[in-house]
């Protein structure tokens, strides 16, 4: 598999304020999605939403159709709210799983 172009989505907050500086990515998520003059709480995973939903009631159409209209190349995801929808989207691939994450 060879590396995707496309962005990084990234709830944690601190991680992802990081994650351009150290992967030349661009990321969805972060301290400037808290911040943003826009609150569309669409592009970002804020307070446990995502999608404008639980985050842990988004199904896998709907997660692989916000990947694909975000150009997402690389979620990084709280296990809790994304399990194995991950792999049920078309084209998904799980890199790594930890107890807390899934990449």
């Known amino acids: 598999m060879g590396i995707a172009r496309g962005r990084i989505l990234c709830p944690d907050e601190q991680l992802a304020d990081v994650l351009p500086y150290f992967t030349g990515y661009e990321v969805l998520g972060g301290g400037m999605t808290r911040v943003s003059p826009l609150p569309h709480k ?17 199904t896998a159409d709907a997660l ?22 991950l792999l049920q989207v078309p084209g998904g691939v799980i890199c790594y799983q930890s107890p807390e994450y899934v990449v």
């Open 42 to 58: 669409w592009a970002g995973c804020v307070g446990g939403l995502f999608l404008r939903q639980g985050a842990t009631n988004v």
């Open 64 to 85: 692989g159709e916000y990947l694909k209209a975000y150009n997402v190349a690389y979620a990084i995801m709280p296990a809790q709210w994304t399990g194995s929808r």
